[in-house]
């Protein structure tokens, strides 16, 4: 275990965005290099809204996989007012199909398709129930007159109790969760309630973004909320509570969109999710629990087996590149150009320290 080494369980993330088209090329190896499995979310430009849809995504993503590589996309369905429940049938058909995800209309990137009101996904929802697939909440409102740092709370008051209620059997995963009360929440609920936390919420805090200069890079939604958050999620993380698990919300846009008047919301955090969590967990002191929160809890709760094959963490330097080819543009890395103090060696694409060009 300890002594600048960690032999553990290949891990998974439970929240990834890939992007589509040429993209893939530079999301696809990223994540392939350390994880095994990754919940692919749907919020393409044209949001995957059907198996069919996600079957195609699915062998696109495929066709990127490095030689070799073992990497299992999950994929997911992108819920919308008049999502049919016919598809809820086929997707509970289909073992590559892991859940639905729930965007609030105009909540976050490519959401304009999302629900405008849950009860018009009620007829979906006590299908998925009864099926046993799980929903997948982007948990925040999107309100004008809610204030952008208090969305994810008033999302708990306002749509997640009464659906806890009104659906008693649905699992549901409350997504990157970036506040006090998220973490409480769903600590206090039962267990078909689940949780991920990405790396960049356990690391910063609104400050980190807006103080002494605007960082747009570690701009992203749910928004980076204030330090006794960001401390919050870290004991949730820490727990060993099997209901936290590791997302790390992925999210790449090209720089020249991220560096703009109107800037888009995303952490590109694939190239060293990995090793950027284990930095928190020994901070924490917690390394120890590292292998439960990034390589079992998430597979416990999606009902997959646990992975097989093991992985070596090593407490050695090393620096991230400034940006990484991306779709014809360039993409900046969570820690661009700075020290990552662990490293995963060998990881399955070789790509561990090189820049994807
Ligand atoms: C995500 C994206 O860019 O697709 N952005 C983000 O800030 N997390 C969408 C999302 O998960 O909200
Ligand atoms: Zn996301």
């Not at 994929?75 to 859940?99: C, F, G, H, Q, S």
């Not at 769903?186 to 790396?199: F, K, L, Q, W, Y």
């Not at 400050?207 to 909320?225: E, F, N, Q, T």
């Not at 727990?239 to 969109?257: C, I, L, Y």
Request: aromatic letters at 8%.
């Amino acid at each position: 275990m300890s002594d600048g080494r960690i032999c553990m369980t290949r891990p998974d993330d439970w929240h990834l965005h890939l992007r589509d088209g040429a993209a893939l090329q530079t999301t696809v190896p990223h994540s392939a290099r350390c994880f095994r499995r990754a919940i692919v979310m749907p919020n393409l430009e044209t949001p995957v809204t059907s198996v069919a849809a996600a079957a195609q995504y699915r062998a696109r993503i495929a066709e990127q996989i490095p030689p070799g590589a073992d990497f299992v996309p999950l994929m997911t369905l992108y819920l919308t007012d008049t999502l049919p429940v016919a598809e809820i049938d086929e997707a509970a058909r289909t073992p590559w199909l892991a859940a639905v995800k729930y965007y609030p209309a105009g909540a976050t990137t490519n959401s304009a398709s999302g629900v405008t009101a849950i009860e018009n996904t009620w007829p979906v929802l006590e299908r998925m129930e009864q099926l046993d697939v799980p929903l997948l909440l982007h948990g925040e409102v999107n309100d004008a007159e809610i204030d952008i740092f208090d969305r994810e709370a008033v999302f708990i008051d306002r749509i997640l109790q009464p659906l806890v209620k009104r659906f008693p059997r649905l699992r549901l995963v409350l997504e990157h969760i970036t506040t006090r009360e998220a973490a409480q929440f769903v600590a206090e609920a039962d267990a078909r309630i689940g949780a991920t936390i990405t790396v960049h919420h356990l690391l910063f805090e609104r400050s980190d973004m807006l103080a002494g200069g605007i960082r747009p890079h570690l701009y992203c939604l749910p928004v980076l909320k204030r330090d006794l958050h960001r401390k919050a999620l870290r004991a949730a993380a820490t727990s060993g509570k099997r209901r936290f698990f590791a997302g790390t919300d992925s999210a790449p846009h090209p720089v020249t969109q991220k560096e703009s008047a109107c800037g888009c919301a995303g952490v590109y955090s694939a190239p060293a999710a990995l090793e950027l969590y284990a930095e928190v967990f020994e901070q924490e002191q917690a390394l120890d629990r590292l292998e439960g929160f990034v390589s079992f809890h998430g597979a416990d709760f999606y009902g997959q087996e646990r992975n097989s094959e093991c992985i070596e963490l090593v407490r050695e330097p090393w620096s991230l590149p400034d940006w990484h080819d991306f779709s014809g543009d360039r993409v900046k890395p969570l820690r661009a150009g700075e020290t990552v103090h662990w490293q995963v060696r060998d990881g399955q694409s070789g790509l561990a320290r090189s820049n994807a060009s």
